[in-house]
T-cell receptor, first 114, second 113 residues
Framework: GENVEQHPSTLSVQEGDSAVIKCTYS??????FPWYKQELGKRPQLIID?????GEKKDQRIAVTLNKTAKHFSLHITETQPEDSAVYFC?????????????FGPGTSLSVIP | DTEVTQTPKHLVMGMTNKKSLKCEQH?????MYWYKQKAKKPPELMFV???????INESVPSRFSPECPNSSLLNLHLHALQPEDSALYLC????????????FGPGTRLLVL
């Protein structure tokens, strides 16, 4: 089945700097790659997703890039703000199952220092 | 209504108790999920319902029993739980299967004494 790795596990940046989180996946047939943000005590919330037919997607300060050949995708947050502090999970769909299952990476704890 | 709701928010139960968690969505989604999440870990899939039928049980112990009474409701019945079952239980839903976005509820924080 699908395996998703994520790096780094923790990341501290100064407010205003950029943050980059990288993920790799094992299933070359995966087509869907969502990113979730989870603040302490809150639900995971989708912040951006990308499908395999595009290489990059941007939404204001957040962008995701996908390299299908290398089987990796990355989250880029520019002009970070303290409210960006959270745990971020990447995920990839598991094409070996007949239902909508995504496999989550282990998470990155991002701290934005004011 | 564009949210997944869950009740209760918090639950404390003894190992001999029987309790139920409830999840509801009115977005017309036909796939619903139960996840278990431990602190500092990603959500871990437990069950998937697709069109009100149980599609998968990820080898979850029988002390957890899911139920999907209709397309908007999902329950998780708990019986004879162990302290290690203490966790955040998240419900999610998606339009259908096949790479659709999953939307999470706020979760039920469960403590088993």
């Amino acid at each position: 089945g699908e395996n998703v790795e994520q790096h780094p596990s923790t990341l501290s940046v100064q407010e205003g700097d950029s943050a980059v989180i990288k993920c790799t996946y094992s299933d070359s047939a995966s087509n869907y790659f969502p990113w979730y943000k989870q603040e302490l005590g809150k639900r995971p919330q989708l912040i951006i997703d990308i499908r395999s037919n595009v290489g990059e997607k941007k939404d204001q300060r957040i962008a995701v890039t996908l390299n299908k050949t290398a089987k990796h995708f990355s989250l880029h947050i520019t002009e970070t703000q303290p409210e960006d502090s959270a745990v971020y999970f990447c995920a990839a769909d598991d094409t070996k199952t007949s239902y909508d299952k995504v496999i989550f990476g282990p998470g990155t704890s991002l701290s934005v220092i004011p | 209504d564009t949210e997944v709701t869950q009740t209760p928010k918090h639950l404390v139960m003894g190992m001999t108790n029987k309790k139920s968690l409830k999840c509801e969505q009115h977005m017309g989604h036909r796939a619903m999920y139960w996840y278990k999440q431990k602190a500092k870990k990603p959500p871990e899939l437990m069950f998937v319902y697709s069109y009100e039928k149980l599609s998968i049980n990820e080898s979850v112990p029988s002390r957890f029993s899911p139920e999907c009474p209709n397309s908007s409701l999902l329950n998780l019945h708990l019986h004879a739980l162990q302290p290690e079952d203490s966790a955040l239980y998240l419900c999610a839903s998606s339009l259908s299967y096949g790479g659709e976005t999953q939307y999470f509820g706020p979760g039920t924080r469960l403590l088993v004494l």
